[in-house]
T-cell receptor, first 115, second 117 residues
Framework: NAGVTQTPKFQVLKTGQSMTLQCAQD?????MSWYRQDPGMGLRLIHY???????DQGEVPNGYNVSRSTTEDFPLRLLSAAPSQTSVYFC??????????????FGPGTRLTVL | AQKVTQAQTEISVVEKEDVTLDCVYE???????LFWYKQPPSGELVFLIR??????QNEISGRYSWNFQKSTSSFNFTITASQVVDSAVYFC??????????????FGSGTRLSIRP
């Protein structure tokens, strides 16, 4: 199993450009999420999905879109990048038992710089 | 709304000392889950423990132990006889037990632990 994979590992954008951060998991987990990590701010939840076709907003959703057309993939789209979106982005997946989620498995992260 | 507070931004101790990382949480749910993760300098996030709100027994795993106290809404993490390899950022996290609150897994801001040889 590859676990959770993220591409690219590094990306530099100019303000106003758009891009998609890719995330895939091969563990058949129904739950997937995106976090951003900024110094002193910890991990902040951007969007999450509890299954294919279902997405919802987290703590800091503005400027980001997501979709979940398959169980495996959960891409994160930046429509018009801003310097405030410079961060490290982590994708994670998990599975539920009795309605609650177990440990999250995290990808290696994407380091994004917006100039 | 759920919230996790890790008031200790950075801690530095000498190797072999014991160190406790604090985690205080807020939730209105009666059933909830608490987590600890470790992020070593290499950057990956490593799961350490998950605890549900009905189990207040302390957990011990080798040099690691966790103290869960509902009365003070705290889930503290202690490393006994710390080692240089314990140097990392440690995150505490919280999720609800069911429904929509189970799906929002919220993290604290993390505590950077440095172990000096």
């Amino acid at each position: 199993n590859a676990g959770v994979t993220q591409t690219p590992k590094f990306q530099v954008l100019k303000t106003g450009q758009s891009m998609t951060l890719q995330c895939a998991q091969d563990m058949n987990h129904e739950y997937m999420s995106w976090y951003r990590q900024d110094p002193g701010m910890g991990l902040r939840l951007i969007h999450y999905s509890v299954g294919a076709g279902i997405t919802d907003q987290g703590e800091v959703p503005n400027g980001y879109n997501v979709s979940r057309s398959t169980t495996e993939d959960f891409p994160l789209r930046l429509l018009s990048a801003a310097p405030s979106q410079t961060s490290v982005y982590f994708c994670a997946s998990s599975y539920s038992e009795s309605g609650a989620y177990n440990e999250q498995f995290f990808g290696p992260g994407t380091r994004l710089t917006v100039l | 709304a759920q919230k996790v507070t890790q008031a200790q931004t950075e801690i530095s101790v000498v190797e072999k000392e014991d160190v406790t990382l604090d985690c205080v949480y807020e939730t209105r749910d009666t059933t909830y889950y608490l987590f600890w993760y470790k992020q070593p300098p290499s950057g990956e996030l490593v799961f350490l423990i998950r605890r549900n709100s009905f189990d207040e027994q302390n957990e011990i795993s080798g040099r690691y132990s966790w103290n869960f106290q509902k009365s003070t809404s705290s889930f503290n993490f202690t490393i006994t006889a710390s080692q240089v390899v314990d140097s990392a950022v440690y995150f505490c996290a919280l999720s609800g037990g069911a429904g929509s609150s189970a799906s929002k897994i919220i993290f604290g801001s993390g505590t950077r632990l440095s172990i000096r040889p």
